[in-house]
């Protein structure tokens, strides 16, 4: 099946920086990827949908200034946290699909825990 | 706004019990309905639903939807631990740029 990698899988930072964190599609073009937050024990919330070469749609209530989306290439879209805080704390979960039989689906990153100190 | 909604929340049985888990949608323009398992970390998919009435089956777990009544069913036959999990439902709208997920029925199974 399709994978998804995502990195890293856990990040500690400092109140004040700035977290990269990618999401590669291994073997496939991901046309389209997604971006999730979910805190303990909730369901996944959507953050932003992004499209290969154009800019993200964010969902309402989520700072595009904040959580910058980018998705260069059919392959790679990355999410970069800026200026975390400690309410930033959370796990980030990519999610890609591409185009052709088979690949109608989502399929997952691992994710990334994220601490702000 | 499109919208999914999951039953129970939360449900703990015993090894060899069968389950029934619940999805229910509101969503503008309907393309597929899809079922996810989510242990620790990434969800790994389970079935993709587009029409009404025809069953998916993959080991002990089955899947069916019924597009009249805006619902989904998935059922666990013979449980065992290993089946503990988050059980996410999500829908996808027709421009395919949207998945709606729900808020997950979390499964305990003892031993």
């Known amino acids: 099946g399709a994978v998804v990698s995502q990195h890293p899988s856990w990040v500690i930072c400092k109140s004040g920086t700035s977290v990269k964190i990618e999401c590669r599609s291994l073997?496939?073009?991901?046309?389209?990827m997604f971006w999730y937050r979910q805190f303990p024990k909730q369901s996944l919330m959507l953050m932003a949908t992004?499209?290969?070469?154009?800019?993200?749609?964010?969902e309402q209530g989520v700072e595009k200034d904040k959580f910058l989306i980018n998705h260069a290439s059919l392959t790679l879209s990355t999410l970069t946290v800026t200026s975390a805080h400690p309410e930033d704390s959370s796990f980030y979960i990519c999610s890609a699909r591409g185009v052709g039989a088979g690949f109608e689906k989502l399929f997952f990153g691992s994710g990334t825990q994220l601490s702000v100190l | 706004e499109d919208k999914v909604v999951q039953s129970p929340l939360s449900l703990v049985v015993h090894e060899g019990d069968t389950v029934t888990l619940n999805c229910s949608y509101e969503v503008t323009n309907f393309r597929s309905l899809l079922w996810y398992k989510q242990e620790k970390k990434a969800p790994t998919f389970l079935f993709m639903l587009t029409s009404s009435g025809i069953e998916k089956k993959s080991g002990r777990l089955s899947s069916i939807l019924d597009k009249k009544e805006l619902s989904s069913i998935l059922n666990i036959t013979a449980t065992q631990t290993g089946d503990s999990a988050i059980y996410l439902c999500?829908?996808?709208?027709?421009?395919?740029?949207?998945?709606?997920f729900g808020p997950g029925t979390r499964l305990s199974v003892l031993p």
């Open positions: 073997d496939f073009q991901a046309t389209t």
């Open positions: 992004s499209n290969e070469g154009s800019k993200a749609t964010y």
């Open positions: 999500a829908v996808e709208d027709n421009y395919g740029q949207n998945f709606v």
